[in-house]
């Protein structure tokens, strides 16, 4: 039964994760959006950045959480101390399973980005790191140079 429990929450957590990123995906081409919402590795300012970011993930959490709020509702039988059999009033019950399934939610995001970072290293695949020093000469000293 705890199996059971747990495989709802990670397939649940999941499909919210895909969903969500995928409305946020198509809502970044839209101009108000983007005014609204920048990208943070747009952003030129260190705080900048930050706001950027911060403002994603409240964006995203707010999603997830419209999307998976209607969804508990109505099926009441998904709910995790319903199914663990834990007294528990309806409201405790539903935001319990609703803040696991969002918050599993970034974390499935997470996953998935570890994941396709550790197949990429794994696949032989290695970032191309350049070192060295540039000396940059205007036309007359190189001119000069020749000469001497």
């Not at 990670?10 to 969500?20: M, P, S």
């Not at 705080?47 to 209607?70: D, E, H, M, S, T």
């Not at 508990?72 to 834990?86: D, T, Y």
């Not at 995001?109 to 695949?125: D, F, P, R, T, W």
Request: net charge positive; proline share 3%.
């Amino acid at each position: 039964m705890t199996s059971q429990i747990i495989a709802t929450i990670v397939i649940g957590a999941f499909v919210v994760e895909r969903i969500t990123n995928g409305l946020l995906f198509l809502l970044s081409y839209l101009k108000w959006w983007k005014q609204k919402f920048p990208e943070p590795e747009l952003q030129k300012t260190h705080v900048g950045r930050y706001a950027a970011q911060k403002n994603a993930k409240l964006i995203y959490f707010c999603v997830a959480g419209a999307l998976i709020a209607p969804f508990l509702l109505l099926n009441k039988e998904i709910r995790v101390l319903g199914l663990l059999k834990v007294q528990s009033s309806f409201f405790t019950d539903f935001f319990i399973t609703w803040l696991l399934i969002v918050a599993g939610s970034g974390q499935v995001s997470e996953i998935l980005k570890l994941y396709k970072g550790h197949g990429a290293e794994e696949a032989g695949e290695k970032p191309i790191e350049v070192t060295g020093t540039i000396h940059l000469h205007q036309e007359k000293e190189r001119s000069d140079a020749a000469h001497v």
